[in-house]
């Protein structure tokens, strides 16, 4: 079945560094992706809409020059957190929809998430 | 979106039935129900999804009543690895792709 990848898995760096997510769509090609975020003990919140070959839409909030999302192919999206701080630790997840499957209700596939620790 | 309403936490014995409950009184017609759970530390995991009829599949009954103000999600027999947090969501088939998520069950599989 469809399945989407995230790398890395976890990231520890020091504070005002920049890291890279990336999720990929392994084998279906995906126009959208989603990034959401979750802090501990909480839901998941939508950041950003991820389109091939234009601009992300971000959520209300959700500061785009800070999350950077590039969405250059079909297979793959990437969020970059720029000048990351500790109040940026969190858990990141990216999801896609499988554009083969018939009519909007299709479920969506999600990937196992990134653990991103700033110190 | 409608809003979805579900208990904060549940406990279920080991080998029982789990049956988490989802309110979406202001569902409206074209929405469709979904599930999902998210075990520790991992991105959520879809588990059945329907607009009217009851559904079935390999992991779950998704039973919607009648008016679809509400829904349960029946494990049939729990074990302890289906301890995780469940979300219900409501979503019109035409509402793009994206999911809001509500603060689901936390299904606690006890021995």
């Known amino acids: 079945g469809a399945v989407v990848s995230q790398h890395p898995s976890w990231v520890i760096c020091k504070s005002g560094t920049s890291v890279k997510i990336e999720c990929r769509s392994l084998d279906f090609q995906a126009t959208t992706m989603f990034w959401y975020r979750q802090f501990p003990k909480q839901s998941l919140m939508l950041m950003a809409t991820?389109?091939?070959?234009?601009?992300?839409?971000?959520e209300q909030g959700v500061e785009k020059d800070k999350f950077l999302i590039n969405h250059a192919s079909l297979t793959l999206s990437t969020l970059t957190v720029t000048s990351a701080h500790p109040e940026d630790s969190s858990f990141y997840i990216c999801s896609a929809r499988d554009p083969r499957s018939l009519g909007g209700n299709q479920p969506q596939h999600f990937g196992d998430g990134t653990r991103l620790s700033i110190l | 979106d409608a809003k979805t309403t579900q208990p904060p936490s549940m406990d279920c014995a080991e080998g029982r039935a789990a049956n988490l409950p989802c309110n979406h009184s202001?569902?409206?017609?074209?929405?469709?129900v979904y599930w999902y759970r998210q075990i520790h530390s991992q991105g959520p995991q879809y588990i059945i999804h329907?607009?009217?009829n009851n559904e079935t599949n390999e992991m779950a009954s998704l039973i919607i009543t009648e008016d679809r103000k509400s829904s349960t999600l029946i494990l049939p027999h729990a074990t302890l690895r289906d301890t995780a947090v469940y979300y219900c969501i409501v979503r019109a088939d035409n509402a793009g792709n994206m999911l809001t998520f509500g603060g689901g069950t936390r299904l606690m599989v006890k021995p």
């Open positions: 329907g607009l009217k």
């Open positions: 202001t569902i409206s017609g074209n929405e469709y």
């Open positions: 991820s389109n091939e070959g234009s601009k992300a839409t971000y």
